[in-house]
Nanobody, 122 residues
C-alpha cells in the first residue's frame, strides 16, 4: 500500500508559478508516477507522468510550461508549474501505478492522493 500526500497548491495570478510536491509513504522507485487534475464539471485529465526510467509524458496543454521530476531517495514527486493560466485551475492529484506502461492513463493508477487545489486568477 502506498499513501500519497500532495502539497504546494495555492492561489496565483496569471503568469505565476507554483511547485507541487507529492510525498509517498513507501519506496516508489518501482512505480510509474503522475500528476492528474480535475476542474469542476470536467473529467479528470492527465497532466504529466514519469516512468521509473525517467521517461516523461506531458499533456499538450502544459508542454513547455510544466516540468515533472522525481526524487527516489526522498520518495517525492514534483510538478513545477510556470506561466500559469486560468484554465490550469483545478484540483491536482498525485498518483502511482505499478505497471510499466501507465503513462497518462488514469485507470492504470492504483494509488491516489487527496489532491491539492490550484487556482489561477486573471
Amino acid at each position: 500500500q502506498v499513501q500519497l500526500v500532495e502539497s504546494g497548491g495555492g492561489s496565483v495570478q496569471t503568469g505565476g508559478s507554483l511547485r507541487l510536491s507529492c510525498a509517498a509513504s513507501a519506496y516508489t522507485w518501482t512505480y510509474y508516477m503522475a500528476w492528474f487534475r480535475q476542474a469542476p464539471g470536467k473529467e479528470r485529465e492527465g497532466v504529466a507522468a514519469i516512468s521509473t526510467g525517467g521517461g516523461i509524458d506531458y499533456a499538450d496543454s502544459v508542454k513547455g510550461r510544466f516540468t515533472i521530476t522525481r526524487d527516489n531517495a526522498k520518495n517525492t514527486l514534483y510538478l513545477q508549474m510556470n506561466s500559469l493560466k486560468p484554465e490550469d485551475t483545478a484540483m491536482y492529484y498525485c498518483a502511482a501505478a505499478n505497471v510499466g506502461w501507465a503513462r497518462l492513463v488514469a485507470a492504470l493508477y492504483k494509488f491516489w492522493g487527496q489532491g491539492t487545489q490550484v487556482t489561477v486568477s486573471s
